[in-house]
């Protein structure tokens, strides 16, 4: 059959959909890629065939006007502070709450990223080419749109914890409350100026997806009840050679130090202090590698000799020589560690899931979670101390990694996929 993903175009967002990719097309399927030209590079380093819609999005610019030259009436204040999706506790998520958080994210976020004209490309390229599923990131509707229109399955692949899920969960729940006169869902207008074009009617499944491939394990999962495919997290970070360093044991308790790249790529600058982190390991009896590059190193500043910086290293690789990571809590740093059963420190970025993924991880005992707002270096220091001394850490990340490598491999939900393609195109939906 042919299987079309769309990736939000971000470097992050491809690498979470390349394995399950690349199983379809091991399995024999035709494979299209198709999103924005800012990946295509990463796309095509895949080995996987892209197909460009749409002009360069340049995520940090379109999302952070405060970043850019231009004026703006939100410049002083970053969109992540005002628009926080990641509320998750059911009594804040009241009707008029999720209702505000939706709008805002349709009309700013949504609607900024994801143009009329964009998806009317991806639709025209789905109805000429016709694939059988679609398989869209949370964050990239117009797959959704296209397969609908096409007449396509699909399936909506998570990337993090089901934020919309939930959301839309008590959202509905509170529009079913009010008078007919009254309901307005933000997403459902959006689109369904789309769809009226193409003669469709909206449904949730365009929000939800009719199956969501879930990599998050079950018991770090938000209470979403939807029809659901689990898929083991299979890391996957770009191109990568293991320098010879990394092939040689650590002689000391090897820590990884990293900020990723999703927050640069979508928000343009890190919101964690380099010099504090650094300043927190400097004088512990560990290596530390830490993968920054040189713009996110101060001009001038001293790194610690028991730090090895590097622009990048391919934390599959690294991480199993680790004894803990410290990072920003995002989600292909977080899940790779889950893999690996490396206990974590996280100092999580307010970006989409960052903070309650980081907090659940915590409460299953595989790390310990700071405010970036309150982050030192001594409590850094401190709480990096206790992952590393502390035997009930490495048990909990161990748990988990356990729990990561239980769930069926992309290769195995194939064949669920297949069915379940088949099972629409036999039901005549779309």
Known sequence: ???????????????????????????????????????????????????????????????????????????????????????????????????????????????????????????????????????WDTMYYPGALAARISGAAHARLMFGLDLVGLMRRHYLGG??????????????????????????????????????????????????????????????????????????????????????????EVVGADRTSVGDLLAAVAELDVEVVATFTADQLEPGRRVPDNVRVVDFAPLDALLPTSAAIVHHGGSGTLMTALAHGVPQVMVPSKMWCNVPKAERVRDAGAGLCIDPEGLTPEGLRAALLRVLEEPSFRAGAERLRREVVGTPAPADIVPVLERLTAEHRAGGAG
């Not at 002009?55 to 004026?71: F, G, I, K, Q, R």
């Not at 008078?179 to 100026?193: F, G, K």
């Not at 879930?214 to 898929?231: F, G, I, M, Y």
Request: proline content about 11%; overall charge negative; some cysteine.
């Open 1 to 135: 059959m042919r299987v079309l993903f769309t990736p939000f175009p971000a470097s992050t967002h491809v690498h979470t959909q390349v394995p399950l990719a690349w199983a379809m097309r091991a399995a024999g399927h035709e494979v299209r890629v198709a999103t924005r030209p800012d990946v295509v590079e990463d796309i095509n380093n895949a080995g996987l065939t892209a197909v460009t819609v749409g002009e360069v999005l340049d995520v940090p610019a379109t999302m952070n006007p405060e970043y850019t030259d231009e004026p703006d009436e939100i410049r002083d204040e970053a969109w992540l502070d005002v628009l926080d999706i990641s509320e998750t506790r059911p009594e804040k998520l009241t009707y008029s709450y999720v209702h505000g958080v939706l709008t805002a994210w349709t009309s700013f976020v949504y609607q900024n990223t994801l143009p009329d004209d964009t998806t009317e490309e991806l639709i025209d390229f789905a109805r000429a080419w016709r694939p059988d599923l679609v398989v």
């Open 175 to 264: 529009l079913a409350g009010l008078p007919p006169a009254l309901r307005e869902d933000p997403l459902e207008e959006w689109m369904s100026r789309i769809l009226r074009r193409h003669g469709r009617e909206f449904t949730e499944d365009l929000v939800v997806g009719q199956w969501t491939i879930d990599p998050v394990p079950p018991s770090l999962q938000l209470p979403v009840d939807l029809p659901s495919v689990p898929v083991r997290y299979v890391p996957y970070n770009g191109e990568a050679t293991v320098p010879g360093w990394l092939r040689e044991p650590p002689r000391r308790p090897r820590v990884c130090l990293t900020l990723g790249r999703s927050f640069r």
